[in-house]
């Protein structure tokens, strides 16, 4: 992470470089996973079906799981690649933190998606008797091409979350907090409010004139007066 960064990028320079921003291996791995799910959902929906019967051992849930999870997986990716677009240029520390933790959960749990469609796209057509469902002999290479492609979409977005996971635990520099603290500071420094009443002096601090509190005087000021002795003679003993 380059220095003074938030979540794997820096302070906001409100430009956009498309180059940079297209070599970036996240952004390569999310735009491969965005086309294999146009492949699922597309087979699914293309060639998943004879006369209105699901390929998939005749089982319309598959045909629905896998059209559902490719369809969601597309629209999500869609949006997570416009914030990765943006996210250099987000100047909120908690907005950056959130669109990291959504980025992570949701790569996270459409790994899981993707392996449980692959297991049971898959399982439905072994189980599938080829002759009933396509009497004709048709190609059922988009039944299998989207078989093929929930499996690879269970790595792709598992890098993903790699990717997720490495820019939540990058978390923010001291340098960039301590900038956008200095940012937002209005005047220069701040200074802490005066008390509207004057500290005691310290002890050995007080001198003449100075250190003093006005409106109180300090204890002991003055040496004590010490009393005149009685002159001889002149003390009479009381008569009882």
């Known amino acids: 992470m380059d220095a003074g960064g938030a979540y794997g990028a820096g302070k906001a320079t409100g430009q956009f470089d498309p180059i940079a921003f297209v070599k970036r291996p996240q952004v390569i791995l999310r735009a491969v996973s965005w086309?294999?799910?146009?492949?699922?959902?597309?087979?699914?929906?293309s060639q998943g079906y004879r006369k209105d019967v699901c390929m998939y051992n005749n089982d319309p849930n598959a045909c629905n799981f896998?059209?559902?999870?490719?369809?969601?997986?597309?629209?999500a990716l869609i949006a997570l690649l416009i914030s990765d677009?943006?996210?250099?240029?987000?100047?909120?520390?908690?907005?950056?933190?959130?669109?990291?933790?959504?980025?992570?959960?949701?790569s996270g749990a459409w790994t899981f998606m993707w392996f449980v469609c692959f297991c049971y796209l898959a399982d439905q057509w072994n189980k599938t008797d080829k002759a009933v469902v396509n009497p004709d002999g048709r190609s059922t290479s988009g039944v299998e091409a989207a078989i093929a492609f929930s499996f690879f979409s269970?790595?792709?977005?598992?890098g993903l979350t790699y990717f997720a996971v490495m820019r939540y635990r990058q978390g923010v520099s001291e340098q960039f907090a301590s900038g956008i603290d200095q940012e937002q500071q209005v005047g220069g420094a701040t200074q802490p409010n005066p008390s509207p009443y004057s500290a005691y002096p310290a002890q050995g601090q007080m001198g003449a004139g100075e250190g003093t509190d006005p409106y109180?005087?300090?204890?002991f000021s003055q040496p004590p007066m010490d009393p005149k002795p009685a002159p001889p003679g002149d003390f009479q003993a009381p008569t009882y």
């Open 66 to 75: 896998g059209t559902a999870i490719g369809v969601l997986a597309f629209l």
């Open 35 to 45: 086309l294999f799910a146009i492949i699922v959902f597309g087979c699914i929906s």
């Open 216 to 219: 109180q005087q300090a204890p």
């Open 85 to 106: 677009a943006l996210f250099s240029n987000i100047t909120s520390v908690q907005q950056r933190k959130y669109i990291v933790l959504g980025d992570m959960g949701f």
């Open 154 to 158: 269970v790595a792709s977005f598992g």
